[in-house]
């Protein structure tokens, strides 16, 4: 505030120094003046020290529901994230198996269960290992922890043949890929399982084929008899070793010719063929 005014002071001090009133209203005017300027200032001070109070107040307030709300928005995009992938697993083409540490089955699409031919509530829980052929379980028990202890995007069984189990029993041929998934319920592994029981017989059909051709080329070219193989152009495609001793031409001469004039066997004409 101001300077203070004494109470009960005699007007003398509003007088001027000889004496006259003409100074008085002047400076009780000024002193007026003064006390409305003070009470002002101290209104503001006290309105600006509420106002920063309650601007605290709110700041505090204000500070839980932002830190929430960020919290609400990294869980959502979390949930956003972990719908997303639990979409792509089961949209995959191939069966999807997520196993824990312990090796409990955590994670299955609908394409595991086309193949193996379990329910997801059959599978969920469960161990992987109800999923391999009874003759590979021990084994797989010690490939599973050496996984967990060196995990990394890898085949399982490079260079072996691996089967998977049904529901029945029944054992089809499988390729497996492995892939570690940091979660946060702790490292988990995601296989991919391919059924390739379609490639397997298509494989061994043209081992059979091939096995075939080679054993009827063995009994064209023993065969005491003369055996010509043309294309129906008449281009020659095969001459066995009796042609070759019958007709005196060798294969390299015969094969890929269109042509060819011969003696025929037992007698002195040309036998030919054009």
């Known amino acids: 505030m101001g300077r203070p005014i004494a109470v009960g002071c005699g007007l003398d001090k509003f007088f001027s120094a000889g004496g006259t009133l003409g100074a008085a209203p002047r400076k009780i005017e000024r002193v007026l003046v003064r006390l409305k300027v003070s009470s002002r200032r101290d209104h503001l001070d006290a309105s600006e020290a509420s106002g920063s109070a309650s601007q605290v107040m709110r700041e505090d307030a204000a ?44 994670l299955v699409n609908a394409q595991a269960e086309r193949v193996f031919e379990y329910s997801r509530t059959e599978l969920l829980g469960q161990p992987i290992e109800m999923l391999v052929p009874e003759r590979f379980r021990s084994g797989h028990v010690e490939m599973r922890a050496s996984f967990f202890a060196d995990p990394r995007p890898r085949p399982m069984g490079l260079g072996r043949d691996l089967f998977g189990r049904e529901k029945d029993g029944s054992e089809f041929p499988v390729e497996i890929g492995l892939n570690p998934i940091e979660t946060d319920e702790g490292l988990m592994v995601l296989a991919a399982v391919v059924d390739i029981t379609e490639r397997k017989a298509a494989e061994r059909a043209l081992q059979e084929s091939e096995h075939r051709a080679r054993s009827l080329a063995a009994i064209v070219e023993s065969s005491d008899d003369s055996i010509v193989g043309t ?6 495609t095969s001459w066995n070793k009796a042609a070759e001793r019958i007709f005196g031409y060798s294969a390299e001469e015969m094969i890929g010719s269109r042509s060819y004039v011969l003696p025929c066997p037992g007698t002195e004409m040309k036998c030919s063929k054009s």
């Not at 839980?64 to 959502?76: I, K, M, N, R």
């Not at 294309?231 to 020659?236: E, N, S």
């Open 63 to 106: 500070r839980p529901l932002t830190q929430e709300l960020a919290s609400w928005h990294q869980e959502e995009g979390e949930s956003a994230a972990e719908r997303r992938f639990q979409l792509v697993v089961e949209a995959a083409p191939n069966a999807m198996v997520m196993v824990n540490r312990a090796g409990e089955i955590v």
């Open 231 to 236: 294309t129906l152009d008449g281009l020659v």
